[in-house]
């Protein structure tokens, strides 16, 4: 890497910084030079600070609208990563989601960038979703997939076996020529074993508060709780993303938390602290890309309770490092929750089996190193070729 140029284009800040930050500071290490193109301060400063001074160059993005539905704001923000793409001339781009991948990677084959990478982390609301605008939108994202993609000559990267199957087929390849990449890597020494606090169960959520994450269905596992008078408290620890379709409000999140059935803590900077005081992890999510989350608390020895669809299930092997309930199952997923609770043999069980599973397939060493061998093929290819 050592001399090259590095351009990520990301939709914000605050999810590069959450998820890619120490991919690209590996980067870094390894002698690249490394540029960001997102939209910044839609969270506060933090987030760009704290990239800034892991040595990574920060361009703000000021036409990018991550979930709008204008096409002439669209055309702006794909004509402003072009013009920066041919400013920095990089060797390399790598756009990450769905805007940026669909914009960012034509904007990067205009500029005659030699080498590009897309990776989409999951479907989310678009292929996910039943509403009238997600069932509008999803041939139009499919059609411009297939633009921006297929022709072959951008690298494809997904982050579970089942996204790589759908994301060859809506861009015309084989699965085989779409890179499957396990999650963005957990630090092991952050993320390490403790054991379980003393007191009350405790049931944790971590993440965007969505209904897409199955929020919904988590109140009505944690109503089913109290009926069923199980000593559990649900944590909901977490931000509404307001910019998203199935955003919970923050007033549905007040009143449930009054009427004592979840305990929702805001967000925090702090996550290993939040699975050091929980006993078990929960994410009742429609479908992710690989669920993070998840994948923290496997690393601090919590089992999990998640559903049994893409992301989550590559994330959490039923049975061994945690249990799996059908989607949108409320009963089920109470009833999986509540046998963990009376269990506290099989959470240990199934949390020793985790943490051994996240140090041998989830850890931060190796996925950047698949990033980066990766990187340096797509590198050899181009300068061969050119």
């Given at each position: 890497?050592?001399?090259?140029?590095?351009?990520?284009?990301?939709?914000?800040?605050?999810?590069?910084?959450?998820?890619?930050?120490?991919?690209?500071?590996?980067?870094?290490?390894?002698?690249?030079?490394?540029?960001?193109?997102?939209?910044?301060?839609?969270?506060?400063?933090?987030?760009?600070?704290?990239i800034e001074a892991a040595g990574i160059a920060v361009h703000p993005l000021t036409n990018l609208d991550r979930t709008g539905l204008n096409p002439r704001a669209d055309l702006a923000a794909e004509a402003e990563m072009t013009a920066l793409?041919?400013?920095?001339?990089?060797?390399?781009?790598?756009?990450v989601a769905i805007k940026p991948v669909l914009y960012g990677t034509v904007a990067a084959r205009k500029a005659g960038v030699p080498a590009i990478a897309a990776w989409l982390p999951g479907f989310g609301y678009?292929?996910?979703?039943?509403?009238?605008?997600?069932?509008?939108?999803?041939p139009m994202v499919s059609l411009l997939l297939r633009r921006a993609l297929g022709d072959g000559r951008v690298a494809a990267?997904?982050?579970?076996?089942?996204?790589?199957?759908?994301?060859?087929?809506?861009?015309?390849?084989?699965?085989?020529?779409?890179?499957?990449?396990?999650?963005?890597?957990?630090?092991?020494?952050?993320?390490?074993?403790?054991?379980?606090?003393?007191?009350?169960?405790?049931?944790?959520?971590?993440?965007?508060?969505?209904?897409?994450?199955?929020?919904?269905?988590?109140?009505?596992?944690?109503?089913?709780?109290?009926?069923?008078?199980?000593?559990?408290?649900?944590?909901?620890?977490?931000?509404?993303?307001?910019?998203?379709?199935t955003a919970v409000t923050e007033a549905e999140l007040q009143r449930w938390t009054a009427d004592g059935l979840i305990d929702w803590t805001g967000p925090t900077d702090d996550v290993p602290e939040v699975w050091r005081s929980s006993h078990i992890a929960v994410l009742p999510s429609h479908r992710e890309g690989l669920g993070m989350s998840l994948i923290e608390a496997a690393a601090c020895g919590r089992p999990a309770v998640t559903?049994?669809?893409?992301?989550?299930?590559?994330?959490?092997?039923?049975?061994?490092?945690?249990?799996?309930?059908?989607?949108?199952d409320p009963a089920a997923l109470a009833d999986a929750i509540g046998k963990l609770v009376f269990d506290p043999d099989l959470r240990h069980r199934l949390g020793q089996a985790a943490r051994f599973r996240a140090e041998a397939e989830f850890g931060l060493d190796a996925v950047r190193a698949q990033l980066m061998g990766l990187y340096r093929a797509l590198l050899s290819d181009r300068s061969t070729a050119r």
């Open positions: 890497m050592e001399g090259r140029r590095i351009l990520w284009i990301v939709a914000e800040d605050w999810f590069f910084g959450l998820h890619y930050l120490p991919l690209a500071e590996a980067l870094v290490t390894a002698g690249a030079e490394v540029h960001l193109a997102a939209r910044v301060g839609q969270r506060g400063p933090a987030a760009q600070i704290a793409c041919r400013r920095l001339a990089p060797d390399l781009v790598q756009t678009v292929f996910t979703g039943s509403s009238l605008k997600a069932r509008v939108l999803r990267l997904a982050l579970n076996t089942d996204d790589q199957t759908t994301f060859a087929r809506l861009i015309g390849r084989t699965s085989e020529n779409v890179t499957v990449i396990p999650g963005t890597g957990v630090d092991l020494g952050r993320f390490s074993v403790s054991p379980e606090p003393g007191g009350p169960v405790i049931a944790s959520f971590v993440g965007r508060v969505l209904r897409e994450k199955g929020v919904e269905e988590l109140v009505a596992a944690a109503r089913l709780l109290r009926q069923r008078d199980i000593p559990v408290r649900i944590r909901v620890v977490g931000a509404p993303d307001t910019e998203n379709p559903t049994d669809v893409p992301g989550c299930r590559q994330a959490v092997q039923d049975d061994e490092t945690g249990l799996l309930v059908p989607l949108k």
